[in-house]
C-alpha cells in the first residue's frame, strides 16, 4: 500500500551543493532536511517535491566531518540545519543564520549523537527523600 | 462557594506542554464553561495574579522562565498544576531534556492528572485552589506566614 | 534621527498561548529583523522511539501537539503501515479521514478564534471556540477524548463509528454550518478585520514557495498546494480542491481558513456517504523493517514522518517535520519591515504551534 513512490539519490558531499542548485533551478521546493544517525554514520536526507513528487538526496558523513550549508539556495533552510547541529553535533559550514547551537538548548548537548540518553539525577533525589525522611 | 470575596485572576504558563492541556485551559475560559462567571480572568502579568496554572513539564529552558513568573507573583498565591505532565512528566518523564513535574521547581498546591486534562477537571482543579489560597490569606492575616 | 534597538517578543507574551521568543530589531516603529528562538518547549521525543515499541509509539506522536494529535498519530501509523505491507481496511481509512476533517475544524476554529483575540476583538474570539465545542463534542461522543483522541493504531482504527452515529453527525454538522457560515461572514467583511489584516504581513508567491512554506500560509500566497491531493487515506476517493487566496496577507490566510472549515465540512459529507462496511483494523504480525517519508497535510500545513526501522521491536529513526517549523523562515521575511504594534496579528497569521515545531 504505497502512497507516494520513494525516490531516494545517494549523492557523494562534494556534489550536493550541484545537485541542491539543480533541484532548485528547475522549481523545486524543499521539503525538508533530517539527519538519522545509524551505527557511526550520520544520514542526511534532502527532501524535495514539486507538483506532487517527492524526491531525496541522501549525503553520508562521519563524526568531525563538516557539511556544507545550502542556505544560499534555499534562504529558508537555516531552520532545518541549526536543528541538525543542535541535536546531532554534526557542523554544518555558512549557514545564512547561524545560531551557533542556540536554536534549540538541549540540557544534554548534542543529544541524538550520545547514546541511551538517560535523565540526569536519579541520585540526587534519593538522597533528599531521605533528607525529609530523616527530618 | 464561601470562598474569597474578591475575583481570582490566574495567569497560565506553557511549560512544554503538548498544547493539549493549554487549549483545554483556554476553554475554561470560554462560553461554554465559563470561568469568567466566577470572576476568573486570564491575565497575561504576574503581577496581577493570584493562581499559577502550569501546564507541562519542567525543562532547562523554561525553570527562569517559571521561577520568575512565579517570585513576581504577589503574596498568598497558589499553583496550580494541570495535566499529567506537570505532575510527573506523563509520557514524557524519559525523555532527555524533560526534568519533571513543576513540583520540583516551585511548591505545587493543587495538581490536575490527564492527559489532556478535562476543563470540568482543571474547574475543580482552580476551586480546590482557591479554597487553599482563603486559607493562605486568612493565616496571612494571623501574620503568619505565607508560605 | 532613528535608533535601533532590540525589543524582545515572549516567551511569556500574552497573546500567545505558547512560548516562543523573537528579537526584534526595530528603527522607530518598524521592525528591521526579526530572530526567532525555540527550544522552551523541546522535549526530545524522536529520541523515545529508543525505548517504546514501535506500536507504543503512536501514543507519543498523537502527543507531539495537543491540536493537531490525531493527523501526527495517521501520520506514524500510515509510515508503519507502508514498511510492513499492511493493507488497512477501508473502513478505516474513512473513518481515519473523518476524524481529520473534525481535527482540522477544531484547529481551525481555534485558530480563527486566537486570531480575532490578538486583534482585539473579543467577541469573535469566543464566537469561534463556542461553536469550535461542538466540534470537540462529536469527538468526545466518538473516541471518547476531547483533544487527544487515541483512536488511531497500526493497522487500523480503535473504534468504530456506528452508522446512526455517522447520520446525526452530519446533521449536527448541517446545523453548524449556518454558525459557520456566520462566522465567516464576520472575517471576511468585517470592518475591523480589514482594517487589521489587509495589506499586513505580505508575504509574494515566489517567496512563499522557495522559503518552504507550506499548508494556508502557503495556498494565502497563491501556491497551491495541499498534501491531501496525493490521496493518502480516503482522500483520494473524495472530490475537493486546494483552497487558494492570492492576496499573501494576514486576510488572506485568514480566509484560506475560513473557507476550509466549510471545506471540512463538506468532505466529512462525502466520506460519510461513501464510508464501506467492513472491519476496522487487521492484526499486526512481525517488526518494520525499512524506510519510508510518510507525509499527510495537517491543519497547519504538509507534515512529514520519516521512519526508518531494521526489523526489531524498536524502530531506528523517527523523524517528524512539523508544518510550523517549515513556516518560520517565511514569518521570518513576512516580519521584516511590518509595525510593531502588527506582530502579533502577524506571528499568530502562520497559526504557530509550537509543541509541534520543538518536540
Redesign the interface.
Known sequence: MTIEEQKYTDIMKEDLLKNVKDKCESGYRLVQIGCGKFGDIFEINYSFEKEYSFENLRIKTTEGEKVPSISDIYWGSFIYENEIHDLFGVEVTGINLDFKGNLIRTTVKAPFNVKNVTKVKPEKKETAEKKTEDN | MSYLTKSPWII?????????????V??CL???YDVERFGIIN???PKHADIFVVT??V????KE?IKN?YNQMPKPNVVVGVGICACSGG??????????GVGELIPVDVYVPG??A?PEQIIDGIVKALGILDKKYKDSKKGGDFK | MSRRIVVPFGPQHPVLPEPIHLDLVLEDEHVIEAIPSIGYVHRGLEKLVEKRDFKDFVYIAERICGICSFIHSVGYCQGIENIMDIEVPKRAQYLRTIWSEYSRLHSHLLWLGLFADSMGFENLFMNSWRIREKILDAMEETTGGRVIQGSCKVGGVRRDISDSKLKDMVKDLDILSSDIEDLCHVFFDDDTVIHRTKGVGVISKEAAYSLGAVGPTARGSGVSTDIRKTGYVAYADLDFSPVVETGGDCYARCAVRARELLQSVDIIKQAVDAVPSGDIDVKVKGNPDGEYFSRVEQPRGECLHYIKANGKKNILRERVRTPTTANIPALVKMLGGCEMADVPVIVLSIDPCIGCAER
Do not use: K, M, W
Not at chain 2, 497560565?12 to 483545554?24: K, L, P, R, V
Not at chain 2, 525543562?59 to 523554561?62: A, D, L, M, V
Open positions: 497560565h504558563y506553557d511549560a512544554s506542554s503538548c498544547n493539549g492541556c493549554d487549549i483545554e483556554l476553554a470560554t462560553p461554554l491575565t497575561g502579568n507541562g513539564s525543562n532547562e529552558q523554561n522562565v513568573i509520557v514524557f518523564r524519559e525523555c532527555y531534556n524533560v526534568s519533571g492527559c489532556a478535562r
